[in-house]
């Protein structure tokens, strides 16, 4: 069993629209948590981490569901600059490493 | 200015060729990583190290090799055992444990023919 899965996608939405991204995590001793965005052909980037509480950055929202061991973004209001892919990534309690998600892929359309 | 910087940016090398992907970072961080992403796959990891002179294999290391000799530099060599050399290649280095942010350098696209 993969460490971290996600839906592929791809997500098209109309700009303005809100979209929601899960991924699961079978580890359930992990400890970090975080979304990455990757643009195309490029590296990936912090986006933002995810905390227990879950924690709202402007249009994005990120929320930790351990009971369930999976994490979700929100993207409100999107924008045709938010097209990418978006990697949840885990850190696990040993702290020796991140697993990646296989990303989600988003295109917002004018 | 800090960052993690690879070289080349694209490579291309003749089929049963050892090749030597460069990776240096002026962040002071102690781990550095080494991944391979393929279409569709997301990013496996190849080897990382925690420390000068250290390093463990990842999940996907067969036909890799790597060295620690300073704390800002980790080549990854793709040998010719390798049997599917061709992706995008990218390093990555942290401050080690828990609750850090990956660095990523913009990547090597490694194309074997």
């Known amino acids: 069993r993969k460490e971290v899965e996600q839906d592929p996608g791809p997500f098209n939405v109309p700009e303005g629209a809100t979209v929601a991204f899960n991924c699961t995590y079978s580890?359930?001793?992990?400890?970090?948590f975080f979304w990455y965005r990757q643009d195309c052909r490029k590296e990936p980037k912090l986006l933002m981490s995810v905390y227990s509480s879950g924690n709202e950055d402007g249009r994005f929202t990120a929320q930790l569901n351990r009971a369930s061991q999976y994490i979700s973004l929100l993207i409100r209001d999107s924008k045709l600059s938010d097209s990418a892919t978006y990697l949840c990534v885990v850190i696990p309690n040993t702290g020796n490493q991140f697993y990646f998600g296989t990303g989600t892929s988003l295109t917002v359309i004018p | 200015d800090g960052g993690i910087t690879q070289s080349p940016k694209y490579l291309f090398r003749k089929e049963g060729q050892n090749v030597t992907l460069s990776c240096e970072q002026n962040?002071?961080?102690?781990?550095m990583y080494w991944y391979r992403q393929d279409p569709g796959q997301g990013l496996r990891l190849i080897y990382y190290?925690?420390?000068?002179?250290?390093?463990q294999k990842g999940d996907i290391a067969e036909g890799y090799s790597v060295s620690r000799e300073k704390k800002e530099s980790f080549p990854l060599t793709v040998t010719s055992a390798q049997k599917n050399p061709t992706a995008f290649y990218l390093c990555?280095?942290?401050?080690?444990?828990?609750?850090?942010?990956?660095?990523f350098g913009q990547g090597t696209r490694l194309t074997v023919v």
């Open positions: 580890n359930s001793a992990s400890q970090s």
């Open positions: 962040l002071n961080h102690d781990a």
């Open positions: 190290s925690q420390i000068v002179n250290d390093f």
């Open positions: 990555a280095s942290s401050i080690w444990g828990l609750d850090t942010e990956a660095f």
